[in-house]
């Protein structure tokens, strides 16, 4: 059982990546070469960020936890070459957040509604994402454009992902690894508001031809839009947004990421443009 709450812990608040599919779906068409995305980071082991700027690199706050406690770790990978970090940078309250809803799990036995509520209130406060400073420029890869605007709601994005994969009958295995072949997908916005970019893994006759959702291993991970001519960073991949079916699975030992009619969320970028701009300046400074 507590290998189960460690993977729902990890569904709703922590792990975003990859690329599940719907059940019946060719795997083929969703694997991608990674020149499709050169500006794709990837973090040591799992997670994944984008390249923003020559020295930056735009992530999720919880994906970069292991490069923050092992200085052997503290380095990406751009277009097949090791790149060194000088340092980790994570929008200030998130360690807060993350400790709010750290402690939230621990309380899982209570009314399901009440806890949803809980889980939402926790969940408006939090603020997922970090910027990592390179050591050197990065001269040979093209950054990413940010996307700073708020015409997002109703627009089909694209979610790229190299971490666990699936079908939406069963959805992401348990053991799954957590690094393999880049994949990409399609969904339209659900939701935009404050931080956060939603969308829901449709699987029937509203399901776009190249439907997916984000699985487990590459938290941090692209959702680009397509805005004058280009594809530009709306968002970062964070994670499932759980409902009640959610939560009832995981009390029966049914749990699991990657199932029809989920929700997920990302962290918006436009909303985090300021923050992103005034980090990028003040990059003499240490914190």
């Not at 190299?162 to 939406?168: I, L």
């Not at 980090?279 to 914190?287: E, L």
């Amino acid at each position: 059982m507590k290998n189960l709450l460690f993977l729902f812990l990890l569904a709703l608040s922590f792990t975003a990546a990859a690329v599940i599919i719907p059940d019946g779906a060719r795997d083929s068409r969703y694997r991608v070469a990674g020149s499709a995305l050169p500006a794709l980071a990837d973090l040591p082991t799992e997670g994944q960020g984008t390249l923003i700027a020559p020295r930056w690199v735009l992530t999720a706050g919880h994906a970069v936890r292991m490069m923050r406690q092992m200085p052997s770790m503290r380095f990406v990978t751009i277009a097949g070459k090791r790149r060194a970090v000088r340092r980790i940078v994570l929008y200030p309250d998130f360690l807060a957040g993350a400790a709010k809803l750290n402690a939230l799990f621990k309380q899982t036995k209570v009314d399901p509604a009440q806890w949803l509520a809980r889980f939402a209130s926790v969940h408006s406060r939090m603020h997922d994402i970090a910027l990592i400073e390179l050591a050197e420029p990065v001269k040979d890869v093209s950054p990413v454009p940010l996307y700073r605007g708020n015409g997002e709601l109703g627009r089909v994005i694209e979610i790229y992902g190299k971490g666990a994969t699936g079908t939406s009958r069963k959805g992401e295995a348990p053991n799954a690894p957590h690094r393999t072949t880049l994949r990409r997908a399609e969904n339209p916005l659900t939701g935009a508001q404050g931080q956060w970019l939603d969308y829901k893994f449709d699987c029937g006759r509203d399901a776009l031809p190249l439907e997916g959702v984000i699985g487990g291993g590459d938290s941090g991970g692209p959702v680009l839009i397509h805005d004058r001519g280009a594809w530009k960073l709306a968002a970062v991949s964070k994670g499932l947004n759980g409902n009640k079916a959610d939560l009832l699975a995981f009390r029966h030992g049914t749990f699991r990421q990657g199932i029809c009619g989920q929700h997920f969320t990302n962290s918006r970028v436009s909303f985090y443009a300021k923050w992103i701009d005034d980090t990028m300046k003040n990059r003499g400074q240490r914190p």
